[in-house]
């Protein structure tokens, strides 16, 4: 399996599905391919998806995580940011590596630690995918019990959230009910690519300060 894999070849935006791989063989392909690599991975109940990201897909990654974190910064909330970890299983049969993740209201309980079982461990409260080559597996994610996904799809801003075992699709996040982010989110990643980075996250920030006090001053 593993010679097989080492030729392989993965273009961008591509994926490869393998069958009938095992638990033991998908640790072992993870192990092998280890952490700094351009592809993801994704293993079901013995289907393991390769893809590889396009060039756009990572910086639009890039953009609404530096966007999800000025929200935590603006609204002083801790959180931890574990980008594409994996996260895995077994007693489920599940693994998925998200394109950006968030642990917010679990943040204390994972702080300091170098690995995470979800096992025993909680999920991630906010997990990103941009669904450029449309790879998203929202089933692993309601599996693992994940709170919160956010799929940047053609332009458009989804948030899924959890009720019982199935995602619904909202228009708040779970994470920042006070503020209306399916416009605002795509609206600055637009943005970004007009004006840069950094004046966007400028203007951004000033954005939510706006709109926080604005939400203070009705509940008054």
């Not at 952490?35 to 013995?46: F, I, K, M, T, V």
């Not at 679990?106 to 409260?125: H, M, S, T, Y």
Request: with cysteine; hydrophobic share 35%.
């Amino acid at each position: 399996m593993l010679l097989e894999l080492e030729r392989l070849t993965v273009p961008p935006g591509q994926r490869v599905l393998l069958q009938d791989v095992s638990w033991q063989e998908f640790e072992s392909i993870l192990e092998e391919l280890g952490e700094h690599r351009a592809q993801r991975l994704a293993y079901d109940s013995g289907v393991l998806e390769i893809m590889t990201p396009l060039p756009g897909h990572e910086a639009s990654k890039e953009i609404i995580g530096d966007l999800v974190k000025a929200l935590l910064e603006e609204l002083d909330i801790d959180f931890w940011t574990l980008g594409s970890t994996t996260f895995k299983n077994l007693g489920m049969l599940k693994g998925i590596e998200p394109d950006q993740c968030f642990y917010i209201k679990n943040e204390a309980a994972v702080r300091g630690k170098e690995r995470l079982d979800l096992a025993v461990d909680p999920p991630p409260d906010l997990v990103l995918e941009i669904d450029l080559t449309s790879r998203t597996h929202p089933h692993i994610y309601q599996a693992l019990r994940v709170p919160e996904l956010w799929r940047f799809e053609r332009g458009l801003l989804k948030i899924n959230v959890l009720q019982g075992s199935q995602y619904i699709e909202s228009q708040t996040s779970l994470n920042f009910p006070q503020l209306s982010l399916i416009e605002t989110i795509p609206h600055y990643l637009k943005q970004s690519k007009i004006v840069g980075r950094n004046s966007t996250m400028r203007t951004f920030r000033s954005w939510i300060r706006e709109n926080t006090s604005n939400h203070q001053r009705r509940v008054r």
